[in-house]
Each structure stands twice: as structure tokens, then as C-alpha cells.
């Protein structure tokens, strides 16, 4: 690992103060990624300026028509929210699935959702080519790689690296918004924008420009979020990045699928919203050949790289084992209601 | 006095270890040492044709940069399949040779482990990359080993042909398994200190003779001018064994700088510089009548080899030893890719060999309409198949009777795919387990004080394993003490001889020696107490005078406890030595195990076949949406001659269960074809069980006694429990789904 400059700011001004201009700094939260990242010697930053002494970014709120979490609520205590574990099952279930209880409890949300890829050529310096870490030298896993880890959905001919995150599905899903502050001011993301499609610059990740600090993930509350479920398929029972899952909500008229909302995970390069699965959903009865139908839908456009094909079925049955869970769970609301 | 063996005893170093006060190799730190860092190869195959080592050097706190071209004084040794202490024939930083992706090129030397670490990074390398197979070509693979050249690697007995023509059903199977690496939670460390022309080596070790006996060899030394330490040991499982060159190099490059240097391997690092299991290929033909009794066994093993060493663990010697058939034909086959050289690995014969037998013996099963267990048993014999000679003992359909019963086999739907529960598809499956008996010779030293202590020396290891207590225990049943009175003191390549602690040999092997070196200190206090003018014993030949348990007995119903005895004598103190060797042990293999080799006797000698025996049975669960695989519940019995500890030996059974899980359904070592590099090598991305992966499992310990295999009959159960776990699991995955998965790890991707 280099040698840094270390900073512990105590407000969200000063934070932005340090981060921003030419030199190469970047925040520190729970530092699981990036730490991790440095020992590598795939991130070297000049700077740390270690945000966990900004108190006030740390609180949230489960609210009637809004949920609000700061950027550096832990990991481990928004999973273990009961109020939110019956608004949103499905946020507090990704959260609960994620990596092991020792990182939950150092990990913060801000930091989660920016975490990166696990592409073992991104993450071995000893591989020369790669376009994310060094912008223009190729794709190892594309020229001959081994691609079972990797994007389905979204990828490039310059970048196959897939999204590992399993929160960032259940925000996706459910329309979040992400706030924050840099040195041109504040403002408000849409949570599908924040993330951008590799196409030709792997390198960018995110539209968050030098210097902007993530202060908040903000949720609107719909009827779908309580029929909602997080389901992750993989083969270690706990601490293991999802082979593939999938964040889905529904909202039932009788039997009729009012709203529906899937967000599929370990296939895509980012945070990845099913439109055209939802569609198929909408206004139909529901049955399990229905959620099959949604999932395969969900699937349509993926593109099998050498070693991922699996990826596709295991997909597609994960989408329709998650949809007859949150239906289940939509059915036994409507009689706690009756 | 309480009884001490065949009970549960809680380890004597438990609380040291959980405190922190069990100081392991690398907790040893040297007045004024140095920290070592390795720079390794990108490329696979090739030569180095540069090395800038300016930017390292110019590193602060960086003190040298060593490199083939500059490392004085670096000695090597040979490697271990050419009969000598090393891990491998091949010796990077001699040349500019590049023979496997993770080859060591350099080797830093800094103030702190950081600066030496970073140093490492900074070392460029340019190379020219010649043509890499990380994968061995099964199509090329080489016969290990010509029929009847003795050594009965290759081996036929009556005809295959004949067998399988007459057999009612036949299965012609092939199964894979992969690349894995041990994963110790310790560290791969060395620290050396030379003052002089003697030198101190504090490193984790499966055998400190070994390495002792390999160092001094190397540089010209008497092996009193070598210390080796090595204490504790965070878990080896085969991978802490051969002097390795990160070994070598650390001791040179402590000479070179004048001043003790520590190398702690990285995680990544330790996927290349030392030894793994090799990826293999197992082809079964099996034959059987219409009552299943097997009338062809043929068993070819293909597996992986580097470049410079033939990696022979022969499988097939354990599966042939296994059912009776008239006609066997066995072959050990190997293939070359582009890697360091394999090595063993907790069970190292017989995992991959018996994920493939009892999958082959569960399809004839099948085919024959026949229940699992009963193939088993028309096939049990007493003798074994190949020598003909008969088992010392052999409790296989003991253990499948008290498991399937405690599993509650009789549940089972014979029919694939019939059982759910919910989502689950549910699935019963069983196989055998069998680990040979090898028994090393050993020696051990007794020390017993009037106080009523002992101390117990001898150069055997504790990898985790419990021999610290077992010895403990041994000492005390035999001196007639507690205890916690008995000062094991092992892990030192001066003291008296003990085996390498692979084999499953320690307890069998070193125990036996701790148990003679107790009677012989009952003969010195026997002989003292004979000579004294008063006393029960005086004048007394000391020939009729014996030690049961703690007391001395002699003729006429004579007894005293042994420790008041010695208390009578003036020096209050004896000293014994024991000395053990199998009668069947060879002199060749005596010598061998002198010169720090390994040794055995078994596990079929002349007169007997020695083996462990076990059988496990798994319930699998495959959920209908995710294709997950779950292991809810593992059952084993195993007969293994007498249970010196119970707790920790029930440990040991179960670790192997726990390590077969992984085995089945996790584990393995990801390959980059085009770069022919090792893909995951760190414990993220290799999966290994955690908590929630381990329902379950019982271990039943059944009573066998066998006065053959040593004085105190026990056999080595280290790597018995992993054996039968893989193909129990596959198995009950076929019977769950109707899948027959015959590839390694077995996973969801399997089965969409
Ligand atoms: C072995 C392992 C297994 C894992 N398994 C899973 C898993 O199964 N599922 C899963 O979802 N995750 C998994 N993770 C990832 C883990 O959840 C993330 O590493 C963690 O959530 C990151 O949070 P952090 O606070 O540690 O972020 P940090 O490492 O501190 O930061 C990550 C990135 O975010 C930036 N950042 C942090 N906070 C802010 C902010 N407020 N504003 C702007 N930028 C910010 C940092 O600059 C950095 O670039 C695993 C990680 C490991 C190491
Ligand atoms: S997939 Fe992306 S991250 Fe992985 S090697 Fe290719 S460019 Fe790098």
C-alpha cells in the first residue's frame, strides 16, 4: 500500500473542502472497499478524508410516505429495523444477505452502494489489461477470461465487470433518489442515474463529480413495497456476492397484478431495473406461470458471455421465485386487512 | 486414577490459544530483524530478461533487493518426489527460468513488513512469455509406474474383459475434480537468524526434522549447528510439509544482510509458492452379477503434475484395496500443465478417488435395482482384494448399520426426484470412507519427577490436531498421573525423533513411541527401587517387575503406585527413551524417516491390511427456484481402533465432514487458461463452508479393537472423515433431482 495523507473532517463543508480540487483524494467510510482496494494496489489515493466523524449523516428515518437514510447509517443496524423490515422487506433483506455480519457492522450505506466491482482482473494488478483500472489497456476477462462473474446485462466490448451489490437493487426497484453536496452545491439523483453503463469509459462509474459527497438515500413509499421480497441465489449459504438475485414488490388488485417492481442483481454491469418484465406483470392475473413468464421477459436482451450463460435460467427462476414470495406475501397483507 | 484414554479430554492448550498466550512461528521476533517481502511472476512460462529493482531500493525503509542475479549463499534442496526434503525439484531465483504464474523473482528486505511489502510492488519485471497450459491435457497423460516393476502402481488381476462380460450390470464412468488449495488459516512464515555458522529457523511445520535435516544438508552444517522451532501450528493439511524456496530464500537473505529477516506470505502468494491438490480425472468400469457382486473393478486416476516433478499420490491403491472382486485393474496416470508442483492435501489419495468410487458404486447400485448399503455389503470382505492378506481389523458394515440407523435411511423413497419439502427437492445419499493405517517409526523421551510431573519430549507437531493432549493423556494413563501433570513438549527438530504429521501418523505412530518411553521409565524406577536396601521392590528382579496403569507390580502381589516409588529413590527422577518400530517397518523406511522422509509401514504389510473405516450418509436439499444446493444434515460412523480422546477426535471426524462439504459444493481453484494463472486465490472469492453452510452432523465413534496396528491400536483418523463426504453428497443430490453431477464443486449452475 502507498503512503496517504489522512483527514478526519467533522462537517459535510469541510469534508468537500478536502476532497475537492487536484489532489488525489477520495472519502473513507466503513473503508471495506477501499481499504481492501488499496492493499491491492488498484486504488492509490494521495488522500483519505475519513467522513465517520460527520455524526449527523448517520441517522435515518422510516417515515409514513418517505424513508431517509444518511450516508453513514451502518449496514447492520438499518437491517435490523423492524419498522422498516414491515414497510420495505425487501431493503432490509438485501442488507441482511450482504457480505458477513463483521463487515455490516463497519460498512455504511453511502459506501454500499459505491462499492465495486469483484472482477478478479480488476483486482489483480498482476493482469495487465484492464479498462477500468487502467483505461485503455484491454479486457482481460473479454480476451480469454474467465466470465462466470460476470455482466449479462449492460455490459461493453470494453467492459463486462458486473455490479456485485445487493441493496442498490432493492433502492432501484422502488424509484430511490440519492442527495448530495459538492463544491458546485447540492442536488438530487435519481438512484438509476447514478450509475453509468461502461460503454467506452469503464474507468466512470458513477455520475458523482470530484468532491460531491452522498448525503442521503431517500425512498417514496408505495403500496408495492410491503409485498416486497429480496431473494439471492448462491452456493454458500451466507457471505457470498449473489450468483444472481433479484429485489421485486408487488401490488395486488384481487388477483391483478396493480404494480409491480423487479430489479435483478449479479447480471449487470449496474444497478439494474427489469422494465420489460414489469410490463408483462401489469394488469394480468397472477399465477406462477405468469412470474415465470415476467422472468424469463426479464432476460430477453441478456447476452451470454462464455462462462456465464447459467446466468440466464438461474435468473429467470430467481425473478419468478421472488415474484411467488412477494404475491404470498401481498395475499397475507390483503387478509390482515380484510 | 482416573481414566484418561477413550474419554473426553478438553485440549491442554486451549485456554494458550484462545488468550493468545500459544506463541505461534511467526510470533517469534529476533533481536534487530528484518522484515521480507516476495515479488512474483505475472507470466507463467518464460524467461525474465529484465529486473529493475531502482525504484524498490529507492523505497524508504527498504534495505536490499535480492535477485537470481544477486542473492549470495542461496542453497537448494530436492524436491520430494525425487526423495528429497523439498516441495518441489524446481528452485526459482536460481535463474531467470520462469516456470508457473507466481513464481518468486524477488525477494525484499525492509525495516518494517509495509516498506517490504511495498518495495515488493515496485520491482519491475520484463520477460519473454513463452506458450502456458495452466490445465492439464488428459489426452496427454503418461502411465506412472510399468506393470509388475514391483512397486504395484500399475496392476492387474485377472481379466477385465472376462469380468465385465459376464457381469449383469456394468457402469463406465468418468469424474472430475478440480484444483484446490489448502487455505491454512496461518500464514505460510519463516524467520531465520543465523549467529555464526548456526542457525535458528522459527517456522510453521508439519516436520521440523524434515526441514532440519534438509537445511544443514544444504549448507554443509552438522544438523546441531540448525535449530528449527515451530510450536504451534495454525492448521497445515499437508501444505506446511517440504522445505519450500520462500523458506530458502529467507535464510539466505537473513546471511546476506547480516541481520534475522521474517517473510510472512501473503494470502495470494501462497497460492503459487507452496503445494495444492492436484486437479485429476477418475475413470471407473465396474462390473457386477445380477446379486451385485462385482465381478470387474478397473480404476484409471490421471492427474495433475508441474513441468519438473512427477506428483504421484496413488488414489487407486485405496480404491482397490475397498470391495472384493476377482478381476482388478488399476492404473496411475499423470499429465503436465504449467504450475508449481502439487502436493498433498488433507486426504490426498483418496477424496478425489472416492468422490469418484462410491459415485460409480451408487449408479451400479442404481442399475442394479439394488439398495446402496446392501452393494456395500455383498461386497465387504476380510481380506484384501489385491494381497489377499486379511484386514486387521474391519468394521465398514458396523458403521453403515449404526449411521443408517441414526440417519433414518429407512425413510427414504428409493425413487430420484420423489421427496420434497416445500421449494426443496430432498435427497438421501451414503458412501464409504476408509483411510489407510500408516505407521511411522518414532521415538520419545519421559522425564518423571517425584513431584509427581512428566515431561513428555518428542519432535512431533500439533497442526491443530490435539497431540499435544493426546500425548499428555498417553503419559498420564501409563505414569499413573493427571494430565495436566504431563509437560508435552514437541514442535523442535532436536528432540527425539517423531514422523512428519501427514498420513494421519502422529497419534498411531508418536503415541506408541510416548507409551514404550513410559514403560521403559517404569523399567529404570523398577531397576533403581530393585537395588535399594529396603522397600517392597528390594532385591526383587527387576525383570518381574511391571508397570499396569500407574502402579508397579511385581511377584507375590507386590505393588506400589509408580510415583511413590520413584519418590523412594535418591535421584527422584528417571529417564526413559522409547524407541517404536512396526515389526513390518523396512529398514529402508527407518532410514528414511531418519533423514527427515516419511517412512511407513503399511498399510498392508506381509501379514495384514491396515485401514480405517467409515460411512457417511447426507441429506441434500436443492430449492426449486435458486437451485441451491444445502447440506441439512450429515451423518458418520467411523471405526478407527481405540478413541484415544473422544472430543478431539470427534473434532477430527467432523472437521473432515465439515472440509467434505466444502469439498463437494464449494471449493475450487479458478484457472485463467490464457494468462494460465490461479483466478481466485484469496478466501473471498475460494469458497470454503461458513457457519450457516454446516447444519447437522453427528459422528458416531464406534468400539473396534485391533492389536496389530500398534500397542495401542489406534489408527490415524486426521483424513478419514473427509473421505466419504463429496460423493455422499452427490449422491443425494442425484436422488434429490435425478441428476447425477460427476464435477466438482457441484453447484447451482449444475443444476438450472
Ligand atoms: C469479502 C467481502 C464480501 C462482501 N460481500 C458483499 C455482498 O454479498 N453483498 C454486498 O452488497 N456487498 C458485499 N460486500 C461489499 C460491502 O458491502 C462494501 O464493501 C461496503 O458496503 C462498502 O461500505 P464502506 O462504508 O466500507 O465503504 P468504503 O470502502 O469506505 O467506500 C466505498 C467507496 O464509496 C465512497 N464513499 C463512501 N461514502 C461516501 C459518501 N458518503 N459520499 C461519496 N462517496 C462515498 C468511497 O470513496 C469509496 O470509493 C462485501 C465486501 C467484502 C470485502
Ligand atoms: S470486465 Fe471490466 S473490470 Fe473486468 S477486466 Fe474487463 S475491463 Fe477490467
Known amino acids: ?338 | 486414577m482416573a481414566q484418561t484414554i477413550n474419554t473426553e479430554v478438553t485440549r491442554t492448550d486451549a485456554r494458550r490459544k484462545v488468550t493468545g498466550a500459544a506463541h505461534y512461528a511467526a510470533d517469534f521476533t529476533p533481536a534487530g530483524m528484518l522484515h521480507g517481502a516476495l515479488a512474483t511472476s505475472r507470466i507463467a512460462v518464460g524467461t525474465l530478461t529484465g529486473i529493475d529493482t531502482a525504484k524498490a531500493e529507492a523505497e524508504p525503509g527498504v534495505v536490499a533487493v535480492f535477485t537470481h542475479a544477486n542473492l549470495p549463499d542461496y542453497k537448494t534442496v530436492k524436491g520430494i518426489y525425487s526423495g528429497g526434503p523439498g516441495s518441489a525439484s524446481f528452485w526459482p531465483m536460481e535463474g531467470t527460468a520462469i516456470k508457473y504464474a507466481g513464481q518468486p523473482i524477488a525477494y525484499v528486505v525492509a525495516e518494517t513488513a509495509a516498506a517490504a511489502r511495498r518495495g515488493a510492488q515496485l520491482v519491475e519485471a520484463s520477460y519473454e512469455e513463452g506458450e502456458a497450459h495452466i490445465a492439464m491435457d488428459p489426452a496427454q497423460s503418461f502411465i506412472v509406474g510399468a506393470e509388475g516393476d514391483g512397486e504395484g502402481m500399475t496392476l492387474t488381476k485377472g481379466d477385465i474383459a472376462a469380468g465385465l462380460a459376464e457381469a449383469a450390470q456394468s457402469v463406465d464412468v468418468e469424474y472430475v475434480t478440480p484444483f484446490q488449495h489448502h487455505n491454512p488459516m496461518e500464514m505460510f512464515a519463516a524467520t531465520a537468524e543465523w549467529r555464526g555458522d548456526r542457525l535458528t529457523v522459527w517456522m510453521p511445520s508439519q516436520s521440523v526434522r524434515t526441514l532440519r535435516h534438509g537445511i544443514s544438508a544444504a549448507y554443509g552444517l552438522p544438523e546441531t549447528a540448525v535449530r528449527v522451532i515451530s510450536p504451534f501450528v495454525g492448521g497445515a493439511f499437508g501444505s506446511k510439509a517440504g522445505i519450500t524456496p520462500y523458506t530458502m530464500l529467507t535464510i539466505a537473505a537473513a546471511k546476506a544482510v547480516g541481520a534475522p529477516v521474517r517473510l510472512i506470505v501473503t494470502r495470494q502468494q501462497m497460492y503459487t509458492v507452496a503445494t495444492f491438490r492436484p486437479e485429476s480425472v477418475q475413470r471407473f468400469r465396474l462390473g457386477a452379477d445380477a446379486s451385485g457382486r462385482l465381478t470387474a473393478f478397473e480404476h484409471v486416476e490421471i492427474a495433475q503434475t508441474s513441468q519438473f516433478d512427477e506428483v504421484v499420490n496413488p488414489g487407486t491403491h485405496m480404491t482397490r484395496s475397498m470391495y472384493a472382486s476377482p478381476n482388478i485393474h488399476t492404473e496411475q496416470r499423470l499429465a503436465r500443465s504449467d504450475t508449481n508442483s502439487g502436493g498433498f492435501m488433507r486426504a490426498p489419495n483418496e477424496m478425489q478417488t472416492f468422490f469418484g468410487l462410491e459415485q460409480a458404486m451408487d449408479e451400479l447400485a442404481l442399475k442394479l435395482g439394488m439398495d446402496p448399503v446392501e452393494l456395500r455389503r455383498v461386497n465387504d470382505t476380510d481380506r484384501h482384494p489385491v494381497a489377499g492378506v486379511p484386514f486387521s481389523s474391519r468394521s465398514l458394515m458396523e458403521c453403515f448399520d449404526a449411521a443408517k440407523a441414526s440417519f433414518g435411511w429407512a425413510d427414504r423413497n428409493a425413487e430420484p426426484g420423489s421427496m420434497t419439502d416445500g421449494d426443496w427437492l430432498v435427497g438421501y445419499g451414503c458412501a464409504t470412507a476408509t483411510y489407510p493405517t500408516n505407521i511411522s517409526p518414532s521415538a520419545a523421551r519421559v522425564r518423571m519427577q517425584a513431584t509427581g510431573h512428566a515431561f513428555v519430549e518428542l519432535a512431533a507437531h500439533d497442526v491443530g490436531t490435539g497431540s499435544y493432549t493426546i500425548m499428555a493423556q498417553i503419559a498420564a494413563a501409563r505414569l499413573g498421573l493427571p494430565v495436566e501433570a504431563c509437560d508435552v513438549v514437541m514442535g523442535e527438530a532436536h528432540l527425539p525423533l517423531a514422523p512428519i504429521s501427514g498420513g494421519s501418523t502422529t497419534a498411531a505412530s508418536a503415541g506408541s513411541a510416548v507409551h514404550l518411553a513410559c514403560l521403559a521409565v517404569g523399567a529404570e524406577v523398577a531397576r533403581q527401587v530393585s537395588a535399594m536396601s529396603e522397600g517392597p521392590f528390594a532385591g526383587v528382579d527387576p525383570a518381574q517387575i511391571t508397570l499396569e496403569d500407574g502402579m508397579l507390580r511385581g511377584p507375590g502381589g507386590k505393588s506400589q503406585p509408580l510415583v511413590e516409588a520413584l519418590a523412594s529413590t535418591p535421584r527422584g527422577e528417571a529417564t526413559a527413551e522409547g524407541q517404536y518400530r512396526h515389526p513390518a517397518l523396512t529398514d529402508e523406511a527407518l532410514r528414511r524417516t531418519y533423514q527427515g522422509g516419511y517412512g511407513v509401514a503399511g498399510p498392508v504389510t506381509p501379514e495384514m491390511a491396515m485401514f480405517a473405516f467409515g460411512a457417511e450418509f447426507a441429506e441434500v436439499r436443492v430449492h426449486r427456484w435458486t437451485h441451491e444446493i444445502r447440506v441439512p444434515r450429515l451423518h458418520g460412523a467411523f471405526a478407527a481402533g481405540t478413541w484415544l480422546n473422544r472430543k478431539t477426535a470427534h473434532s477430527q471426524l467432523m472437521g473432515g465432514m465439515v472440509w467434505g462439504i466444502g469439498s463437494a459444493l464449494l471449493e475450487v481453484t479458478e484457472l485463467d487458461h490464457t494468462r494460465a494463472r490461479f483466478l481466485n486465490a484469496n478466501i473471498a472469492e475460494y469458497l470454503i463452508p461458513v457457519n450457516a453452510d454446516v447444519r447437522e452432523i453427528r459422528v458416531e465413534m464406534l468400539e473396534e479393537q485391533d492389536d496389530y496396528v500398534n500397542p495401542l491400536g489406534v489408527k490415524g483418523i486426521g483424513e478419514l472423515g473427509i473421505v466419504g463426504t463429496a460423493a455422499a453428497i452427490a449422491n443425494a443430490i442425484h436422488h434429490a433431482t435425478g441428476k447425477r453431477l460427476r464435477r466438482l464443486p457441484m453447484r447451482m449452475s449444475d443444476l438450472v
Not at chain 1, 269 to 289: D, I, K, Q, Y
Open chain 1, 1 to 338: 500500500m502507498d503512503n496517504f495523507a489522512f483527514f478526519r473532517p467533522t462537517s459535510v463543508a469541510e469534508a468537500i473542502d478536502l476532497a475537492s480540487g487536484d489532489q488525489k483524494r477520495d472519502f473513507l467510510a466503513g473503508g471495506t472497499t477501499m481499504v481492501d482496494l488499496m492493499k491491492l494496489a488498484v486504488q492509490r489515493p494521495g488522500g483519505l478524508v475519513d467522513i465517520t466523524g460527520i455524526k449527523e449523516l448517520e441517522s435515518y428515518e422510516i417515515g409514513p410516505g418517505r424513508l431517509r437514510f444518511g450516508a453513514l447509517a451502518r449496514m447492520a443496524v438499518v437491517a435490523d429495523d423492524a419498522d422498516l423490515r414491515e414497510a420495505c422487506p425487501a431493503l432490509t433483506e438485501a442488507l441482511w444477505k450482504a457480505a458477513s455480519p463483521q463487515l455490516r457492522n463497519v460498512a455504511r450505506l453511502g459506501g454500499n452502494i459505491l462499492q465495486r466491482t469483484r472482477c478478479p482482473y480488476f483486482r489483480d494488478t498482476a493482469y495487465t489489461q484492464c479498462n477500468k483500472r487502467d483505461p485503455g489497456s484491454g479486457c482481460a476477462a473479454l480476451e480469454g477470461g474467465v466470465t462466470s462473474l460476470h455482466a449479462i446485462l449492460g455490459g461493453s466490448e470494453h467492459c463486462v465487470a458486473m455490479y456485485p451489490g445487493d441493496w442498490a437493487q432493492a433502492l432501484i426497484a422502488f424509484d430511490a433518489e440519492v442527495r448530495t453536496r459538492g463544491p458546485g452545491g447540492s442536488r438530487t439523483i435519481p438512484f438509476a442515474d447514478l450509475h453509468v453503463l461502461p460503454g467506452d469509459s469503464p474507468e466512470v462509474e458513477t455520475i458523482l463529480e470530484k468532491g460531491e459527497i452522498i448525503i442521503s438515500i431517500e425512498v417514496p413509499v408505495v403500496p408495492a413495497m410491503r409485498a416486497s421480497h429480496y431473494l439471492k441465489a448462491r452456493d454458500r449459504e451466507s457471505y457470498a456476492f449473489a450468483s444472481a438475485s433479484a429485489a421485486v414488490g408487488l401490488e395486488l388488485d384481487g388477483e391483478t397484478v396493480k404494480d409491480a417492481r423487479i430489479a435483478l442483481g449479479g447480471v449487470a454491469s449496474v444497478p439494474w431495473r427489469a422494465g420489460a418484465a414489469e410490463e408483462v406483470l401489469r394488469g394480468r392475473t397472477f399465477s406462477e406461470a405468469l412470474a415465470r413468464e415476467a422472468g424469463r421477459a426479464a432476460f430477453a436482451d441478456a447476452t451470454p458471455l462464455e462462462h456465464s450463460a447459467y446466468k440466464i435460467p438461474l435468473g429467470a427462476d430467481v425473478v419468478a421465485g421472488a415474484l411467488m414470495t412477494a404475491h404470498a406475501r401481498a395475499r397475507a397483507g390483503a387478509k390482515g386487512e380484510d
